[in-house]
Structures are given as structure tokens and as C-alpha cells.
């Protein structure tokens, strides 16, 4: 080397923060998300425990979701105002104290009052681990844990039907949610090693809007939820009500549809006032945000209704138990894993708008692929590249935008961000479900019509006896059952069977291939995504409404 030239000194490389944190918010994510789907699992012991009926179950699962949706936007302002920290450890206790609630239930009412309190705690967990990733973590890091906390979910629902499924059906359902009260325990000792984000005493809560937005996503929720029981457009007997023979289901919608705008028109005139808002519309403030939004529902409804339909298909079509369920669903369940684990590699090459294309492209083509090879036998391997294949395209999408739509938000609306996040994944979860089962039922129904119809075995004093009008997804021995309750003959019991067979595998077909043209359409949404790489969560980690200081 030549005298009197020194070598460059090289920058020390940027030392990666410790794990910790993101352990804490991975398990906090089980935790609640294993607490909903044990309570799926284990109906079957708790409608025989507490002697109701399984709808009551339903229920329960229904009033914590509705809790969690309506008051998280307040859940993040209330974490701004007390200190994350603080607000995640007081919730983080009340929930495991809710699910030991649910493994002491004695009732129906104790259970349903023990999950919505589970629900609305969960409100505020939710915004927090989103505060908590972006306070310990930046770069690389930090995409990566966004991935891991999309990861978390499916994660819980693999956990929860293989752990809950064996407890239900060896030592009992209640020892699952005994479970849950220790990892709540767990969470909470490990939650002292988190960083103090500083709580703001001047944040000022938006009430009205508060109550306006928990209104309008429970009436929402109830309208859509109940679509398929209640009608969609005329009341059924199950109906609580009507209006002049009108179904509560559109006009529910129809009242929640305009308490959102009323909501948003409150948001506005407190924004122009320089008054707080309870959510601050400048997480949407262009219209690449918008259309992040709008991706992230349309995957979070395909994915949700893609969820009901293949645990449909598995336990309705090939008559399989809830725990041959979970086995069957493990490759789609570790794909949704893996990508929302690793796309955060792919930051560096690709803007959002390119990977999200391509990832509803991807999960297209997996609804397809699917759609056109069910049959009656699961191992299939097309069906399994299928399944992994939706679960790629599934996973990546979810954390990106999530991500994307973090990075573009202002320094103080992390909290914002997560209860958006929170919010958008429930209304859009449920009404997957809803507007899936209300169009499966509806072409089954139709196919049935028609194949007994053109029948020639089938005469119309049998039909008649038959309740055509409340057609659904039914097993073939629960079918026999019915049809055996009339005057049918064996050979005609066989045909009505056949039918059956061949309407629910039509009608899930046709199903899936609608969710894959909404995956299609989303590439419209996907395309208007920033073009730029999405970088570090801002770092200061407020919810409030003052603006930052001048330089």
C-alpha cells in the first residue's frame, strides 16, 4: 500500500435490537387470536357442559369480535393518552381474567359476557403491538416483525385446532382457556422488558366520534352476520324482526352504511375546526393510502371467505372431524406463514404496488387451481399445491400492505395505523363470511332447484314434502335423515343424495372462482400503491393530535 494513504475506515455495522419485544407481540397475537378460535373448536363441549345450544356458542364468538371492531379506534387514542405500556399490561390482565371466565362458565350468559369483555380488552391490545414493533425495531428489522405479527394469526389458528381439538376431546374444552390465562400471565411478566413509550396526558378524546363509529360497525356487523339467517332482501321465520316483511339484515347495513358517513363527515369538521378526532383521516390522506386500504380488504375478505369455505367443503363435502379439519388446512396455514415471514426480502427490489400485483395474481391463480380440482379426495396433490399456493399469495399481500401503509403514515399516527388495521381486518373478515355463505347457499340452491326439476324419478308429491325453500350445506347422512322422514323410496333417497353431492361441490366450485375475480379486480386497488420502497416506521409513537415542532 502506498505511504500516506490510509485506508477508509469502514461504518460499524448497525447492531440488530433484541427479540424480545417481538416475542412479547407474537404471543400476545396467540393469545387472542387462540382464545377465538378455541371457542370454535371446543363447541361441541361446551353446547353439552352448558347445556345450550350450539348457536349460543356462535354468539359469544360474534359479541367479541363486534366488542373488539367497535372500540378500537378508541383503544388506540386511550394508549396515547395513559401510555401503550400501561394500557397493554392492564389489558393484557383483564383478558387472561375473561378467559378464566370462559373456562368457569356456567352459563351461557357467563360465557357471552366473559368473551365480549375479552373482545373490547382486545381493543386496545391491538393498536399497541403495532406501537411496540415500531418503538424496538427499524429497517429490516422492523419489516420483518410486521411479518411475523401478520404471521401470528394463522399461526393461532393451527395452534388452536390441534392444542383445543386434543383438550376437547381428552381432558376437556375448559383446560384450553386455563391455557390462555398462563400465556396471559406469561405476556404480562415479559411486557416489563418493553420499552416506555410516554404516555400524553393532553390527548383529548373524541367522544361522539367514538360513539359513531362503535354504532356503525356493530350495526354493520349485525346486518351482515345476519344475511343468511334473516334474508337478504325478505325476512325468513328466524328473522327478530321486520319491516313490512323486509328483512333487518339490509336495513342494519343500510343504517350502518350511514352512520360511517356520518362518522367520516364528523372526522372532517373536527379536522377543519383543529379539534381532536378519535381517528385522524390523515392516515388516508392520498390516495395511494386509499388504495392500500382497499387492497387490504379485498385480501382480508378473499382470505376470510376463502377460510369458510374450505373448512366447508372439508367437513360438509368429505364428512371429516374438526381436527382431520386442521390437518387438512397445515400446508395453507404454514404458506400464509412463511410469506408474511419473508416478503419483507423483497422490499429492497420491488415497490408495493409491483408485489402487490403480483401477490393477487398469485392468489388468483391458487382459487382457481382449487376451484377446478376438488373433489371428493383432500390429498389430492393439486388440491395441496393449491392450498399452499393461495397461502403465499395470501401471506405476502397481508403484511405488505400492512407494512406499506404504516411506513406512509405521519410520525404520531402509529396507533391510528393499528386500529385501522385492526378495524379494516374485522368489518372485512366478516363480511367475507357473510356475502361467501350467502353465495354458496344461493347457487346450491339453485342447482338443487333445477337437477330435481329435470328429474325424472323424482315426482312433485315427493318435492313438495321436501323443504326446498331452506336448502343448505348438509351432510349426505343428515340429507338420508330428512328424506327417510318422507315417502321417498331407497332409489329415490340415492338420487336426492346424488344431487346433493353434486350441487355442494358445484356450488363450492363456482364460490371459489368468484373469490378468485375479486382477487382480479384487486389488482386495480394493488396498482395505485406507492412506488417507493416502504421504509422504518416514524418513531415517535403517538396518537395525539398536536403538530410536531418546527425545526
Known amino acids: ?15 440488530a435490537a433484541s427479540w424480545l419485544p417481538l416475542v412479547v407481540v407474537v404471543l400476545t397475537q396467540i393469545q387472542a387470536s387462540f382464545a377465538v378460535n378455541a371457542l370454535t373448536v371446543s363447541m361441541q363441549g361446551i ?38 405500556r400501561r394500557v397493554f399490561q392492564i389489558a393484557v390482565v383483564i383478558h387472561g381474567l375473561a378467559m378464566a371466565a370462559v373456562a368457569l362458565s356456567v352459563s351461557p350468559a357467563m360465557l357471552f359476557i366473559a368473551q365480549a369483555a375479552s373482545g373490547a380488552v382486545i381493543a386496545l391490545i391491538a393498536p399497541a403491538l403495532v406501537v411496540f414493533i415500531a418503538a424496538n425495531y427499524s429497517g429490516e428489522q422492523q419489516a420483518r416483525s410486521i411479518g411475523f405479527l401478520a404471521a401470528a394469526i394463522p399461526a393461532a389458528g393451527v395452534l388452536a385446532l390441534l392444542i383445543a381439538g386434543t383438550f376437547a376431546s381428552t381432558i376437556g374444552w375448559r383446560y384450553s382457556f386455563a391455557l390462555i390465562v398462563v400465556l396471559a400471565a406469561v405476556n404480562l411478566l415479559l411486557s416489563f422488558r418493553l420499552k416506555v ?18 354504532g356503525s360497525i356493530i350495526l354493520l356487523s349485525f346486518g351482515f352476520s345476519g344475511l343468511n339467517s334473516w334474508g337478504v332482501i325478505l325476512a325468513t321465520p328466524s328473522a327478530p324482526f321486520t319491516v313490512l316483511g323486509v328483512s333487518p339484515a339490509p336495513i342494519l347495513i343500510l343504517l350502518g352504511a350511514i352512520g360511517g358517513q356520518a362518522f367520516f363527515v364528523w ?55 374438526s381436527f382431520q379439519t386442521s390437518i387438512s388446512i397445515i400446508p395453507y396455514t404454514l404458506s400464509i406463514f412463511i410469506a408474511s415471514s419473508v416478503v419483507a426480502t423483497l422490499y429492497k427490489r420491488y415497490p408495493p404496488h409491483q408485489i402487490g400485483r403480483v401477490g393477487f395474481v398469485v392468489v388468483a391463480a391458487g382459487l382457481t387451481l382449487l376451484a377446478f380440482t376438488i373433489r371428493n379426495e383432500w390429498e389430492q396433490f393439486a388440491v395441496v399445491i393449491g392450498l399452499i399456493v393461495l397461502g403465499l399469495g395470501q401471506g405476502a399481500i ?102 346433493n353431492e353434486d350441487a355442494r361441490l358445484r356450488a363450492l366450485q363456482v364460490s371459489l372462482l368468484g373469490l378468485a375475480g375479486i382477487a382480479l379486480l384487486a389488482i386495480i386497488p394493488a396498482g395505485r400503491m406507492p412506488d417507493y420502497v416502504p421504509g422504518d416506521i416514524p418513531p415517535v409513537l403517538s396518537s395525539g393530535t398536536e403538530t410536531e415542532p418546527a425545526s
Open 47 to 84: 353446547t353439552t357442559d352448558l347445556s345450550t345450544p350450539a348457536t349460543s356458542v356462535g354468539t359469544a364468538i360474534t359479541a367479541g369480535t363486534f366488542a373488539m371492531a367497535a372500540f378500537i379506534l378508541l383503544g388506540a387514542k386511550l394508549g396515547a393518552k395513559f401510555g401503550s
Open 197 to 214: 413509550v410516554p404516555p400524553q396526558p393532553a390527548v383529548a378524546i373524541d367522544w361522539v366520534g367514538a360513539v359513531l363509529a362503535a
Open 398 to 499: 397481508v403484511a405488505l400492505v400492512f407494512n406499506t401503509l404504516l411506513s406512509a403514515a405521519p410520525k404520531r399516527l402509529a396507533g391510528d395505523v393499528g386500529a385501522w388495521r385492526g378495524l379494516v381486518h374485522n368489518i372485512s373478515g366478516s363480511v367475507g363470511i357473510a356475502v361467501a355463505s350467502v353465495f354458496a347457499v344461493g347457487i346450491l340452491s339453485t342447482i338443487v332447484a333445477s337437477s330435481v326439476a329435470s328429474s325424472q324419478n323424482l315426482p312433485p308429491e315427493l318435492i313438495a314434502q321436501v323443504p326446498l325453500d331452506s336448502v343448505n350445506f348438509v351432510t349426505n347422512d343428515q340429507l338420508e335423515a330428512v328424506l327417510g322422514q318422507t315417502s321417498a323410496t331407497p332409489d329415490q333417497i340415492a338420487e336426492g343424495i346424488a344431487i
Open 1 to 15: 500500500m502506498s505511504a500516506g494513504i490510509e485506508p477508509e475506515a469502514a461504518a460499524p455495522p448497525a447492531l
Open 267 to 321: 372526522l372532517r369538521r373536527r379536522k377543519a375546526a383543529h379539534l381532536p378526532q378519535i381517528f385522524d383521516l390523515e392516515v388516508l390522506k392520498s390516495g395511494s393510502e386509499k388504495a392500500t386500504t382497499f387492497a387490504m380488504a379485498a385480501m382480508l375478505f378473499v382470505g376470510t371467505a376463502a377460510n369458510f369455505l374450505i373448512p366447508l367443503y372439508i367437513q360438509i363435502v368429505q364428512g371429516r372431524s
